[in-house]
């Protein structure tokens, strides 16, 4: 069975770009997280969606992060513009239904912001 | 500052020994969850524990959840070289999950 899909794998973009990192959750999960991975401050956790539908967005850094799940199979995280600062590695992850199921984890974006 | 601390940060043993790796904090979980992530890779949860006390065996690993479901620890027996990674602790803390920062373990050959 496929797990989460992530692309791109990787992505080296010149500050002011956009930037759009998309995610395919694995299929009949109703759940989808975004987290974002630096060394200084871990993993973090950006959004959660639920049926579509963001249910947390506490953890979106500012106004140039958004996202969007427009069906159950699709996610995409958009940097808009990019900055040196938000170089790190994106996953998504999606579960079965809410945050206290398992999380099954895509492989990941590594985004380096020149 | 992390709400979960985990230390040590980096550990570097040879294969055959022991580890203990360790996840602590100051708050309450309702869960607590390790997972090990490998270069290039997503996290890979290995274990869930719930109870305060309760220890759990996942053949040469030994995960414990400290009485006041406060800390948590990670014992690895005659760790082996496929054993390297970075392991995280994630809380649940009101339905939300907090992770560590992570230690990276390396054993050698």
Known sequence: DAGVIQSPRHEVTEMGQEVTLRCKPISGHNSLFWYRQTMMRGLELLIYFNNNVPIDDSGMPEDRF???MPNASFSTLKIQPSEPRDSAVYFCASSLSGEEDTQYFGPGTRLTVL | TQLLEQSPQFLSIQE???????CNSSSVFSSLQWYRQEPGEGPVLLVTVVTGGEVKKLKRLTFQFGDARKDSS????????????LYLCAGDRWGKLQFGAG????VTP
């Open chain 2, 74 to 85: 990670l014992h690895i027996t005659a760790a082996q070289p496929g054993d390297t990674g």
């Open chain 2, 16 to 22: 055959g020994e022991n580890l203990t790796v360790y």
């Open chain 1, 66 to 68: 958004s996202a969007k």
């Open chain 2, 103 to 106: 230690t990276q373990v390396v």
